[in-house]
């Protein structure tokens, strides 16, 4: 799985390329991790080109979603494609992380 | 009683501790088991290292010796009469022949006098649990060779990295066994009910259990699925289960919410989440009472064929501070099945619900869920997570 993340306004923007398995939950989280370090605990990251997560995935989305707003920001979820959301929805984890349609909208009302 | 070994074994020297020796073998499991690559990539390493023709991992049963590991021309069986490493293991010391025409012991073995022709072997013993020698990390070749203190210093390291692949493996096994032993016996008898599960790790240990138990006539069951596999994930379904025994007086859903927050913590530390079904059925009027934390697999068959997938009530467990669950009902009618699958069974289905839906149908008039369940794991290639099935039918 490739990481890239690029620094919006009032926020970064983190793009998830691949699959979300075991392999690639510890490097998220470790990705996500050094934003939160850096300064940017405001993060929305973008799942479009995320084909496929298991329950490691979503435990890593958990564990960057903790980090982000122990640091005062927050983890918001974009662009989920169909295994993802139904990952989401079949865990109910929409309750707590609810996936926008778009990257912008993720912060666009706060 | 002791018996007495086979004519052709008598003149063979045999230890004291054989018959704990061969309890010892039988515990790792390793005979006459497929080859894996953690022994071959020894094997293939002390091949090159020493540059000879063969390498083995070699395992002295009662009567035969059997390569685990083997890189070279030997037979993977052979009479344990014949065996060089017979020998080897009567010591704890590295066993070295520089010639085998030139020494007594084997001057006239059909390995060194025929096929392959031996005439150097070195051998370091291997232990099984115990400490008993159950085999030997071995070199052959066919020409003599002089083996330098050097060199038995290094047969010594590698047959220590093989020693750690068996005591990794006997230490799973040995989890293996007391997990196993963590999950119900027979289902209790609930008259006018059958109740089936079962439970198929994807390594040795499950981050996957199931549990029942009968507390004042109500029929109370989980099927909870810890994040991950292996044994992380399985110490912690041992928690999880002592944690939703001790809350049995508790509504299910007051029972979750009070597990969660007792593993909050605990779950944290070890970035791990849990899903679970937990219900009770109360067996005169079919009533189950059940609350979903994520899990969100559990189906409701009725006699009629139509399937529903029951909703969930909130997020796993474990995933932050003061949330909720509720509990839901549903009504068994005779005929009506309600089976829960783990996420395992999604994956051996390729993440489709739809056939999932089909697939549990089929399964809640299975006669035997675990074949049912290998031909699906069959038919989806190598399946890599934990698979799990719960099934109770009102007849």
Request: hydrophobic letters at 40%.
């Amino acid at each position: 799985m490739n990481f890239t993340s690029e620094l919006r306004d009032s926020y970064a923007e983190v793009t998830a390329d691949g699959r979300l398995n075991m392999v690639a939950a510890p490097q998220l989280r470790e990705f996500i991790g050094n934003l939160i370090t850096d300064g940017s605990p405001r993060i929305v990251l973008n799942l479009e080109k995320t084909s496929f997560m298991d329950s490691s995935g979503l435990g890593a989305l958990i564990g960057c979603l903790k980090a982000a707003r122990q640091a005062g920001g927050d983890l918001r979820i974009a662009g989920v494609t169909p295994q993802v959301r139904m990952v989401l929805q079949l865990t109910s984890m929409d309750k707590v992380l609810a996936p926008y349609a778009t990257v912008e909208e993720a912060f666009s009302n706060d | 009683m002791t018996v007495p070994p086979p004519a052709r074994l008598r003149d063979l020297r045999i230890a004291p501790d054989e018959p704990a020796r061969l309890k010892s073998l039988a515990e790792t499991g390793l005979l006459d088991s497929p080859a894996e690559e953690g022994f071959d990539r020894i094997t293939r390493l002390a091949q090159k290292l020493f540059g000879v023709s063969a390498a083995s991992v070699a395992l002295i049963g009662e009567d035969r010796q059997f390569l685990k590991s083997v890189v070279g021309d030997l037979e993977v069986n052979a009479p344990r009469e014949v065996s060089f490493c017979t020998h080897t293991i009567l010591t704890p010391h590295t066993l070295v022949v520089e010639d085998a025409q030139q020494d007594e012991r084997f001057s006239n073995n059909p390995l060194v006098l025929g096929q392959p022709n031996i005439r150097f072997y070195a051998g370091q013993p291997l232990q099984g649990p115990g400490g008993h020698n159950i085999g030997t990390l071995c070199i052959i070749d066919q020409e003599p060779r002089t083996f330098t203190e050097e060199q038995k210093q290094v047969l010594h390291d590698l047959a220590a990295i093989a020693q750690r692949e068996i005591n990794v493996r006997t230490d799973l096994k040995n989890g293996a066994k007391i997990q196993q032993a963590h999950l119900p016996g027979s289902a209790p008898s609930l008259p006018g009910y059958d109740i089936s599960a079962y439970c198929r790790p994807a390594g040795e240990l499950s981050g996957d259990f199931y549990d029942w138990h009968v507390i004042s006539g109500r029929f109370r069951f989980t099927l909870a699925d810890v994040m991950g596999k292996g044994t992380g994930p399985a110490i912690l379904t041992a928690t999880v289960r002592a944690g939703l025994r001790a809350t049995a007086a508790l509504d299910p859903a007051a029972a979750l919410t009070a597990v969660s927050e007792e593993l909050l913590t605990n779950l944290a530390r070890s970035e791990s989440f849990v899903t679970a079904f937990h219900a009770e059925l109360d067996p005169a009027t079919g009533t189950v009472r059940y609350s979903d934390a994520g899990h969100g697999l559990a189906h409701h068959v009725t006699g009629d064929g139509a399937i529903t997938r029951l909703p969930t009530s909130n997020a796993p467990l474990g995933i932050m501070a003061g949330m909720q669950w509720h509990t839901r009902g549903i009504t068994l009618n005779h005929g009506d099945s309600l089976i829960i699958p783990s996420d395992g069974v999604l994956e051996l289905l390729h993440e489709d619900l739809d056939d999932l839906a089909a697939a549990l149908k089929q399964l809640t008039t299975s006669t035997d869920i675990p074949a049912d369940l290998n031909r699906m794991a069959i038919g989806s290639g190598s399946p890599s997570d934990d698979v799990t099935v719960l099934i109770l039918r009102r007849t």
